[in-house]
């Protein structure tokens, strides 16, 4: 593998990180509207959801860095 390869593949690794941030936010800010309503159920599910994919991004980034 050549090095214009793995920076290609450094920089896509980089942007699917981005999006993953994203959703994580957006994740999130759909989790806050289900506090303390009778679906709290979903909050929950819904922080499991944003705590995987922030966890997702970290281990990616980790990756990214180490190419």
Do not use: C, H, Q
């Not at 290609?8 to 806050?32: F, I, P, Q, T, Y």
């Not at 281990?59 to 190419?67: G, M, Y």
């Amino acid at each position: 593998m050549d090095d214009r390869t793995t920076a290609a593949d450094g920089a896509e690794l980089g942007s699917m990180s981005s999006v993953m941030g994203d959703l994580a936010v957006r994740v999130a800010d759909v989790a806050r509207r289900y506090e303390g309503t009778y679906r709290e159920d979903v909050a929950f599910e819904l922080y499991e959801v944003e705590r995987s994919l922030r966890g997702a991004t970290r281990r990616l980034d980790r990756l990214t860095r180490s190419l």
